[in-house]
């Protein structure tokens, strides 16, 4: 079965300090992978994607995320946290199954704190 | 361009009562999604459409309809609500070439 696997509920980091939210995943053929943040009481805003290229991808807010296709993984970083970045993180998977239609598989979510 | 909107922002219901979603996007996307939103279980997908007049059922259907009559608007309704409908509902609007981009969202509690 295709699914997303985020291992921590929760990570705690020191503003200043790098941070990692860990996201692996399962699915047939190639992944398309995507990590998505949510702010209290907001929607899913896209943050980065990877379809195919490069390993490394650069997102938005100075995010990115490494591709490793053989520990099928796709582990979201910032090199110097900010508290502002504490919200909910998702990673995704789009559905290899869907016939085209971008069905998204998510993950439980993080949730990232920052501490001054 | 207001992205995709959705209304209401908060509902509250008694068991058994009907309701509708309405998200809207000015986008001109084809594809629309409805998920819920669950603690610890992430969104989950309860109907798409592909375009207008479409619709297909995701992960979790059972209890709620939809309906696509126009290519901005896609309706979510609750027919007979119950306690395990309470969630926070996510409407979202995609093209093949992008990525989805979501609504803000809709508290629904069921007493």
Redesign the interface.
Known sequence: AQSVAQPEDQVNVAEGNPLTVKCTYSVSGNPYLFWYVQYPNRGLQFLLKYITGDNLVKGSYGFEAEFNKSQTSFHLKKPSALVSDSALYFCAVRDTFSGGYNKLIFGAGTRLAVHP | NAG?TQTPKFRVLKTGQSMTLLCAQDMNHE?M?WYRQDP??????IH?S?GEGTT?K?EVPDGYNVSRLKKQNFLLGLESAAPSQTSVY?C?S?T?QE???????TRLLVL
């Not at chain 2, 610890?40 to 997908?45: K, S």
């Not at chain 2, 990525?99 to 969202?105: A, E, K, L």
């Open positions: 995709v594809y999604y610890g279980m992430g969104l989950r997908l798409y592909v297909a995701g996510f979202a995609f093949p990525t989805q981009y979501f609504g803000p969202g």
